[in-house]
């Protein structure tokens, strides 16, 4: 998936001249110090960005920023996700399906699931904005698996999750 990929910036390189097949079906976790470059690695994966050298290819089509099959393919929760705020935890799970086009019944039904599946039900009329950090990450997660795509891509997942959700997740 990844080929020769680089990304630098001004001076600094991100990354540098990695190369590595991923096979469908395989989980992958990126592990490093804090400025390593995985959430960089990530952003030029979904097409964030471009990178200054390399390529990413996925089922023999090269990730390139903007075009909308990448978006169809590959779901992603940034590190820092955009608040979700006035919305209530039921509202910003099913908001997330209906623009990832699910027709209303389907986002309804995948909704109910992954309320029920992350212990979300007791949270369903509440703010997002009045969640505590782990309960705002599991909507998040939530949000970005409501709609499957062939590809989910986390940064930092299990960040401000306690034990028990963590194996949830």
């Known amino acids: 998936m990844f080929q020769g990929l680089s990304k630098q910036f001004g001076s600094v390189w991100a990354n540098r001249d990695i190369s590595l097949p991923v096979k469908p079906g395989t989980i992958v976790g990126l592990l490093g110090p804090n400025g390593a470059g995985k959430t960089t690695l990530l952003r030029l994966l979904v097409g964030l960005s471009r990178p200054t050298s390399g390529h990413i290819v996925i089922g023999g089509r090269t990730v390139v920023p903007g075009k909308s099959w990448v978006k169809e393919t590959i779901a992603y929760l940034p590190q820092h996700p955009l608040p979700l705020g006035d919305l209530t935890v039921e509202e910003a799970i099913r908001s997330s399906a209906l623009l990832r086009g699910q027709s209303r019944d389907e986002a309804n039904r995948n909704t109910e699931q992954l309320l ?54």
Do not use: K, W, Y
Not at 134 to 144: F, K, N, Q, S, T
């Open 116 to 169: 029920e599946s992350f212990d979300l039900q007791p949270l369903r009329h509440r703010q997002v904005a009045g969640l505590s950090g782990g309960e705002h990450r599991l909507v998040g997660i939530a949000g970005v698996g409501v709609a499957p795509t062939p590809i989910l891509v986390l940064d930092e997942p299990t960040n401000e999750l306690g034990p028990l959700m963590r194996r949830c997740v």
